[in-house]
C-alpha cells in the first residue's frame, strides 16, 4: 500500500525560528499534498494543499508568509513554518494522493508534533 | 450548518458489541466518503472508503452510505478494547479536498 514518510515526528524550537517539515510519498508519485493541523481533541483542519510546480493553495485564514510550502518533486513536499511562536504548537500531518485516492482514500504522514517555547 | 457533523461522543460499548457511527454531510456533490481510526497522539489511519449507496463490509468493520439522505455510518461488530479510539468521518467533493467531521471517541470496555 502507499507509504507517506513525515520527518521529524517531534520538534521543539525556540520563539522565533523556523522548523521545517518533510512528507514524502515512498511508493507513488503524489502530484498533490495536503497538510493539516490538528490541535488537541480537535479535527483535522486543512491549512494548503501542495501541488507539484506550481504555488500552493492556502485555505482561508492561513497564513502563506508564515506557512511556506514547497513541493519540488512527485515524491516530497515541505512545510517550513517561519518565525514560529507558541500558538503555533500543534500536530502538523501531511497526506498524499495517489490517482486513485479520490475513491479510495488518502494516506496520511505520521505527523509531527511542533513545540515552540 | 457544519459541513460534516458526527454524532457527538464518546461512545462507550462493551467488548464483543456493535459500536454504530454516524455522519452527515451537507454538500450534496460530495463524491466519496472515508472513515479514519486516530489513535491518541497518532495520524489517522484508513478503515473504509464508500461512494456507492448500499453496504460495504470488510472484516468486522460496515460502512453504510445513503445519498438520498446525505448520511454515512460505521459499524464495528464484535468490538475489541483495541478498538478504542476516535473515529473521524471525511468526505470528498469535486476538488480533492477532504471535510473532516469533528471525531466521536469509542471506548471498548472490557
Known amino acids: 500500500g502507499a507509504v507517506v514518510s513525515q520527518h521529524p515526528s517531534r520538534v521543539i524550537c525556540k520563539s522565533g525560528t523556523s522548523v521545517k517539515i518533510e512528507c514524502r510519498s515512498l511508493?507513488?508519485?503524489?502530484?498533490?499534498m495536503f497538510w493539516y493541523r490538528q490541535f488537541p481533541k480537535k479535527s483535522l483542519m486543512l491549512m494548503a494543499t501542495s501541488n507539484e510546480g506550481s504555488k500552493a493553495t492556502y485555505e482561508q485564514g492561513v497564513e502563506k508568509d508564515k506557512f511556506l510550502i514547497n513541493h519540488a518533486s512527485l515524491t516530497l513536499s515541505t512545510l517550513t513554518v517561519t518565525s514560529a511562536h507558541p500558538e503555533d504548537s500543534s500536530f502538523y500531518i501531511c497526506s498524499a494522493a495517489e490517482t486513485e485516492a479520490f475513491f479510495y482514500g488518502y494516506t496520511f504522514g505520521s505527523g509531527t508534533r511542533l513545540t515552540v517555547v | 450548518q457544519k459541513e460534516v457533523e458526527q454524532n457527538s461522543g464518546p461512545l462507550s460499548v462493551p467488548e464483543g458489541a456493535i459500536a454504530s457511527l454516524n455522519c452527515t454531510y451537507s454538500?450534496?456533490?460530495?463524491?466519496?466518503f472515508f472513515w479514519y481510526r486516530q489513535y491518541s497522539g497518532k495520524s489517522p489511519e484508513l478503515i473504509m472508503s464508500i461512494y456507492s449507496n448500499g453496504d460495504k463490509e470488510d472484516g468486522r468493520f460496515t460502512a453504510q452510505l445513503n445519498k438520498a439522505s446525505q448520511y454515512v455510518s460505521l459499524l464495528i461488530r464484535d468490538s475489541q478494547p483495541s478498538d478504542s479510539a476516535t473515529y473521524l468521518c471525511?468526505?470528498?467533493?469535486?476538488?480533492?479536498?477532504?471535510?473532516f467531521g469533528a471525531g466521536t471517541t469509542v471506548t471498548v470496555r472490557a
Open positions: 511508493d507513488f508519485q503524489a502530484t498533490t
Open positions: 471525511a468526505v470528498n467533493k469535486d476538488d480533492y479536498k477532504l471535510s
Open positions: 454538500d450534496r456533490v460530495s463524491q466519496s
